[in-house]
């Protein structure tokens, strides 16, 4: 039987997939629920990454009711725009993030 190796994202990858959901979901931000599913991470993994990315500055976080919802910062757009286009640059070279 011919086993097909799984490709894992690299921490930087899931960084990136944080980032592109919190900026998709707009000034409202996300829910910790609704982005561990959207970028297929456990609800442990999502509140980890999400640490470091506010302790970068590049979200950040408001409580309303009983949920946390991550909003994207000024640092984190400029961040994530110079991250896409050297993700771009990766993928035109054959290589991944």
């Given at each position: 039987m011919l086993r097909l190796r799984s490709k894992y994202r690299s921490e930087m990858g899931?960084?990136?997939?944080?980032?592109a959901v919190t900026m998709n979901e707009g000034q409202n931000g996300v829910a910790v629920l609704a982005l561990s599913r959207k970028a297929n991470l456990s609800h442990f993994t999502a509140i980890d990454k999400c640490e470091k990315l506010i302790n970068a500055g590049l979200i950040e976080t408001r409580r309303d009711d009983r949920t946390h919802r991550f909003m994207m910062t000024e640092k984190g757009l400029k961040f994530f725009?110079?991250?896409?286009?050297?993700?771009?640059?990766?993928e035109s070279m054959g290589l991944s993030v």
């Amino acid at each position: 039987m011919l086993r097909l190796r799984s490709k894992y994202r690299s921490e930087m990858g899931i960084m990136g997939d944080i980032l592109a959901v919190t900026m998709n979901e707009g000034q409202n931000g996300v829910a910790v629920l609704a982005l561990s599913r959207k970028a297929n991470l456990s609800h442990f993994t999502a509140i980890d990454k999400c640490e470091k990315l506010i302790n970068a500055g590049l979200i950040e976080t408001r409580r309303d009711d009983r949920t946390h919802r991550f909003m994207m910062t000024e640092k984190g757009l400029k961040f994530f725009d110079e991250f896409k286009h050297f993700q771009n640059l990766l993928e035109s070279m054959g290589l991944s993030v």
